[in-house]
């Protein structure tokens, strides 16, 4: 037997776009993409946003990661 669940979510708004900052790197963005499949022993990728730029940097690197060795990278 086919079941069919429907999800009711709120309208989604429009986009705002993100305040302009005043300086080189006062904010940053870090975000871990994870359930990739592996790679060369990488199964995540580290994805750093720099606000005040807008550019974006991704690291490969394993889920296992920890918080020093996601400062060091």
Known sequence: MLSIEVV???PFGRLQP???LDG?????SL???????PYKGFDAILD???QFTKITH????????S?????YM
């Open 8 to 10: 009711s979510s709120s």
């Open 18 to 20: 993100l305040p302009i």
């Open 24 to 28: 080189p790197l006062k904010s940053i």
């Open 31 to 37: 975000y871990f993409i994870t359930y990739l499949p």
């Open 48 to 50: 750093v946003v720099y």
């Open 58 to 65: 991704f690291t490969p690197c394993p889920k296992t990661t």
């Open 67 to 71: 918080s020093e060795e996601t400062a």
